[in-house]
């Protein structure tokens, strides 16, 4: 909630209003922030707080890198890695809503049936199964054509042997912090391509009507569940010790929230 405002027109009119906090200068981790009015987003009645708390990063990136970056087609194959985080699981809904075939890398035979039960329409296990010896069965040998990774290294890699020509490869996060060997014939035959994203340099380079189109996008598909992040617990502010012990275990099944009560 905005307590107090500036004297400029748009801080004005977000004065008293239920709002999201993008604040990554600062943070959030306190009871009271001062942020630009810019920084601060109007949510509606009906979003939970735990809801609005988690509104940016991963459903801006679910749609962004869907709907803006890629622009994949009803019907089009889309390969994505982590395929068990909550921006893949967002990825798999927004594929069942647009009409676009996910094909989605785990590391674990155990997500396979969650998966498919969210919508999933292929789960490759990786390294178990080769990821370009699998999208091109289940593509019929054209591969795919839209794809991001959020692991690097190996993964990264596998997955160029699946693009399809003019296949394009955003890379959105490293979560092996190792450095993916390419190979520059991969590309070269196939006009492939690979490419990095990053949340906030996107953002910087829209302006103000797109911003705002996106907000209501993302208000929309978050009520209706398609955007919602999976919430594992939320802590008061003096068991932030804890909180932060299951955030750093193997399964948080998550996010982790504080409260600040």
Known sequence: MVDAAGSGILARLR??????????????????????????????????DEQAATFFVNPATALILTRHVHRVPPGGWFLQSAAASNVGKMVIRLGKRF?????????????????????ADFVIVHPAESIGERVMQITGGQGAVHAIDAVGGATAAAMIAGLG???????????????????????????ASV???WLSNWTKGQGPL???SLFRELSRLIVQGDLASEIAASYPMQSYL???????????????????D
């Not at 200068?25 to 009271?32: A, S, T």
């Open 15 to 48: 004065n008293g209003k239920r709002v999201a906090v993008l604040n990554g200068e600062g943070g959030n981790w306190q009871q009271y922030v001062i942020v630009r009015a810019r920084n601060v987003v109007p949510v509606p009645a009906q979003m939970p």
């Open 99 to 119: 009409g676009f075939r996910t094909i989605n890398i785990v590391r674990r035979a155990d997500h396979i049936e969650p998966l498919r039960r969210l919508g």
């Open 165 to 191: 020509h003019g296949g394009r490869l955003v890379c959105y996060g490293t979560l092996s912090g190792d450095p993916a060997p390419v190979d520059p014939r991969e590309l070269m035959v196939k006009g």
């Open 195 to 197: 490419e990095g994203f």
């Open 210 to 212: 797109k911003m705002l």
């Open 242 to 260: 804890e909180a932060v012990r299951k955030v750093q275990s193997s399964n948080p099944g998550g996010k982790i929230l504080l409260r600040f």
